[in-house]
């Protein structure tokens, strides 16, 4: 409470007393749910039926100094399927930031990522329930655009307390074109070290309390072509499987990250490979494999296409970083392929106003390796693909007809390893297709209609899904929409939802009535297991 | 909580006072560092979008506004920032995206979400309209058609 006053009067100071008087802005977002009972899916609504999540953050800027705050409150605790740490509420995080031109420095709770984040992420995700910042001090120093060095310190966010362990770091990313004063080549470089400090009552004398992490990073570019490529080790350290600590024998990680691409106006294509090893790092060891995300240090996601329609999101794949002796998993391989495309307006296949063509392709195999199971060790091929963990063909036109109506039309192939990712259920083979349809009607008017279909003989068997969705104007909106498991003859649900919004400049608000289907809900790829309920749901949001 | 409400009465007062732009360190497609205080810099109206490759509705709007972006321009002299809130999951989807799809825009990324953090953004598609150094409208969300308002605030 202190703090805040702290801040409170020094924003008061500035206000009253600063002529120019810097930047000020906030936000406050909201959501509330209320469960019932639904004997459908078998939801038995928890004792805390009424649940709502609030989060108030301000920021101002004034000549060289920041501020910020953030106030998270849980009342009485988080949704279903969030962490139970968030419950009541608090200030969340603060920070003071100096800058000054080459020179930056953050004291209190902030964010970083170095490089692709596979080394080291520390950043927040509502949606996720994921915030990982660090409490502690940053230093950045800009060297005539040469070089980057950046230096951090300090305990992670967990909840509404901090790591036990402490984690310090520091980052250089070096620009290499001053170097070779080429304008048609950018080369760049980069490096990173991150460890985590915990002490450990272990009787594995091998077992060190300094675990780092290294990465090396490469990048290129040269007209439409460009390359990268990034290498990353952690030294050998103990794992542990809910709330256990297996140190009897220690693994070390890596991990392996390649990306090309060429493109030029009208097309575009890239290809990314990777290689996980063991390669997970959590702020405090026995957090490994926990359900939430509590204490992720590093960004490990599914590098798939992420889907924006709903039957499309059933059969979502989540990287396998991680060693499983039980299910003989030591990591992943594969990769992923985008190619974009416009067919140009006034030709065949362009029509009158162009046709654009999205085309993707990924498929991620489990590492292939022998297992000792009696003396807990493994060997894995490098570049030798084990079993099929998940595939993705799919293919995306969007197109544009008239003044007043556009399609998308969607084409996914999706193979699916349910026993290796999460434990139960047989290989699934699903084909989906989805046509969206948007009106533009008169006056300020639209409406979208959208039709799924998922086809399988496996798992849930058939799904049909719609929507509809009708906007009154620019403001105001309502929707209806349901999925069905109509191939199913042991359990056929509706999964149904209706809904509205409305907007105001930065302002929205929402309110929906529906069925929730248990499954992972996954932003930026990583996910969540959102458990399957029913209820009303509203939120707020606004900025100023 | 008193506190709180009073706090955010105050600010609400404050912002709505003239405000400078505030400063974020954002990467251009080449992976090189700019300012976005500098990018915005301009004596015509700017727009700053907040977009991502796998946000449909972003996507719906800007593909929208290409299509009368050059009358935009001759007529108002507006340039379109883009900025991606791509993470390293999608990142590498966006130059091939922006080139597949022929759009126009200055695209910048917004390397884990420090521009978004200064302007407390919960979700996308948002957008800035900045005109003579001051922004002068904010805007979350889109509906078919609603581009058309953004051109009545560039306009005048």
Redesign the interface.
Known sequence: MKKILFFFFLFAIVFTQAQNLGHLSGGYESYAQYYQNDSPTNFTAPNDAFRSMHYLNTSYNYKQFSFGLQYESYLPQAFLGYSPDLKGNGLATYFVKYQKDNLSVTAGYFYEQFGSGLVFRAWEDRQLGINNAIKGIKIKYNFNDLAEITALTGNQRIGFRVSESTIYGANADFNLNKLIQSDKLQLKSGFSYVARYQETTSQNPDLKPVIGNYSSRINLTAGGFYTDFEYVYKNSDARASNNVLLDQVLFDGNAWLWNVGYSQRGLGINATFRRLENIQMYSERLLEGNFYNTGVMNFVPGLTKQHDFSLANIYVYQAQPGISFGEEKVGEIGGQVDMFFTFKRKTALGGRYGTKVALNFSSWHGLNARFDHAKQIYRADFFKPGELYFQDINMEIRKKWTKNLKTVFSFIDVKYNKPKLEFEGEFVHADIVVADFEFKLTGKRSARVELQHLNTKDDMKNWAAGLFEYNFNHHFNVYAGDMYNYGNNDKKIHYFNVGTTYTQSSTRLSLSYGRQRGGLLCVGGVCRYVPSSKGVTASISLTF | MK??IL??G???M??M???????AQLTDL????VSFKEIVKSDKPVIVSFWAT?C?PC??EL?AIS?VYPDWQDETGVKLIAISQD????A??I????????WDYEIYRD????LK???????IP?MLIIKDGKIV?????Y????ED?IYEIIKN
């Open positions: 506190k709180f706090l955010f105050l600010f609400t404050f912002s006072s003239a405000q400078d732009i505030p400063d080449k992976g090189n560092k796998w449909v996507m719906n593909d299509e993470d390293d999951r999608t590498r989807r130059i091939p995206l922006v080139n597949g799809k022929d390397y884990n979400f420090e953090r200064v302007f407390n953004i919960a979700s948002f409208a904010k805007r979350s969300g509906t078919p058609g609603s308002e």
